[in-house]
């Protein structure tokens, strides 16, 4: 079975600073790995999506996240937090041929002027 | 425009009434799938459908009903409404049978059962 840990259900940054979201996963095979994004009032938009070769993978607004494999990690991360990125991020993992896809918890961002 | 879209966005009913929330892609997509969203557990799977009348439950499916006649529709169907059904749903599509490696999410819908 495949599951998704994030740490930190709240986090908070200043404008300006480094945005750093963690994922954990655990998966015993290959894992397809995702990030979303939930705007306020909004469905999920994909952020950007891991499913093989590059392990550093950038996405839209300016966002990147790594892939891991030592460290089962696929943790989120953007120099410079704009006051539009506040939102709640949900990190997912799932796999070839696997029939669902399963989420965290979400970590909600807010972004202090 | 490729979507997915959902009827109704909001909902008030009372308990035991019987509802269905729709859901239609017109992406010829052969997965769908239905998600709740509840504070603190992030989006959980209530049914999937990997193609026309091939439904399976997934981790919360008690309470609801589904089916897949066509291969753009995916309804949820609630035959008698409880109060902790009230929550945010998510239908999603995904080109494969299967949801990797990417699904598209509706807009959702927000329901509340009093």
């Known amino acids: 079975a495949q599951s998704v840990t994030q740490l930190g259900s709240h986090v908070s940054v200043s404008e300006g600073a480094l945005v750093l979201l963690r994922c954990n996963y655990s998966?015993?095979?290959?894992?397809?790995l995702f990030w979303y994004v939930q705007y306020p009032n909004q469905g999920l938009q994909l952020l950007l999506k891991y499913t093989t070769g590059a392990t550093l993978v950038k996405g839209i607004n300016g966002f990147e996240a790594e892939f891991k494999k030592s460290e089962t990690s696929f943790h989120l991360t953007k120099p410079s937090a704009h006051m539009s990125d506040a939102a709640e991020y949900f990190c997912?993992?799932?796999?070839?041929?696997?029939?669902?896809?399963?989420f965290g918890a979400g970590t909600r961002l807010t972004v202090k002027p | 425009e490729a979507q997915v879209t959902q009827n109704p966005r909001y909902l008030i009913t009372v308990t035991g009434k019987k509802l269905t929330v729709t859901c239609s892609q017109n992406?010829?997509?052969?997965?769908m799938s239905w998600y709740r969203q509840d504070p603190g557990l992030g989006l959980r799977q209530i049914y999937y459908?990997?193609?026309?009348?091939?439904?399976d439950k997934g981790d919360v499916p008690e309470g609801y009903k589904v089916s897949r006649k066509e291969k753009r529709n995916f309804p949820l169907i609630l035959e008698s409404p409880s109060p902790n059904q009230t929550s945010l749903y998510f239908c999603a599509s995904s080109l494969d049978s299967f949801p990797g490696p990417e699904q598209f999410f509706g807009p959702g819908t927000r329901l509340t059962v009093l």
């Open positions: 998966s015993s095979v290959p894992p397809y």
């Open positions: 459908s990997m193609n026309v009348e091939v439904t």
């Open positions: 997912a993992v799932s796999s070839y041929n696997n029939n669902d896809m399963r």
């Open positions: 992406m010829n997509h052969e997965y």
